[in-house]
């Protein structure tokens, strides 16, 4: 299936911190979704890209709908701890299925 | 809106019963209920889309005698993972998309934690 590419796969930053990731993809899309998903719960999204080249913020969060549609960023700012977590991005599949990225694991230091 | 509920959180079972997962989606009906398992720091991976009134989709390698699912009504849909081995313990996590709208994103269940002993 599509493989969406998540980079990095984990980060380790010092609490104040801003934090950049980024998901790629061989296919070209119409949205991108960034979830979230703290330990032992499920994914919560956090934003929803619909057009190329969007920017969208939510909180301290900003995603951007990449210009080639084969891309999309999640930055956050000032990171605090409750920030911890995997974040996942999601493109769409057939019959409102999506495929997931493989994650970027963020762990914030105190 | 939009809220997905999973139940239950947490399972600790024998090798050999069978466990029920629900998962209802509380304010919105949905048609199509996914499946998920998910390993420790990896990925969703679909396992299989409950299709409500119909026989399930699953995907491939995923042995349906061994996980079954029931969409009984538009807001309930059951994994049971039947004759549970300890390598069936993980993480199950269904999610939903409200129906009618395209691309709509999909809303998770706070998923379970299977432990086979």
């Known amino acids: 299936g599509q493989q969406l590419n998540q980079s990095p796969q984990s980060m380790f930053i010092q609490e104040g911190e801003d934090v950049s990731m980024n998901c790629t993809s061989s296919?070209?899309?119409?949205?991108w979704l960034w979830y979230k998903q703290d330990p032992g719960e499920g994914p919560v999204l956090l934003i929803a890209?619909?057009?190329?080249?969007e920017l969208t913020s939510n909180g301290r969060l900003t995603a951007q709908f990449g210009i080639t549609r084969k891309d999309s960023f999640l930055n956050i700012s000032a990171s605090i701890p409750s920030d911890v977590g995997i974040y996942f991005c999601?493109?769409?599949?057939?019959?409102?299925?999506?495929?997931f990225g493989t994650g970027t694991s963020l762990t914030v230091i105190p | 809106g939009a809220v997905v509920s999973q139940h239950p959180s947490r399972v600790i079972c024998k090798s050999g019963t069978s466990v029920k997962i629900e998962c209802r989606s509380l304010?919105?009906?949905?048609?199509?209920m996914f499946w998920y398992r998910q390993f420790p720091k990896k990925s969703l991976m679909l396992m299989a889309t409950?299709?409500?009134?119909?026989?399930?989709?699953?995907e491939q390698g995923v042995e349906k005698d061994k996980f079954l699912i029931n969409h009984a009504s538009l807001t309930l849909s059951t994994l049971t993972v039947t004759s549970a081995h300890p390598e069936d313990s993980s993480f199950y996590i269904c999610?939903?998309?409200?129906?009618?709208?395209?691309?709509?994103?999909?809303?998770f269940g706070n998923g379970t934690r299977l432990t086979v002993t």
């Open positions: 999610s939903a998309p409200p129906t009618g709208r395209n691309n709509s994103p999909l809303h």
């Open positions: 304010d919105f009906q949905a048609t199509t």
């Open positions: 296919s070209i899309f119409n949205t």
């Open positions: 890209l619909y057009k190329a080249g």
């Open positions: 409950s299709n409500e009134g119909s026989k399930a989709t699953y």
């Open positions: 999601a493109a769409p599949n057939t019959g409102n299925q999506f495929y």
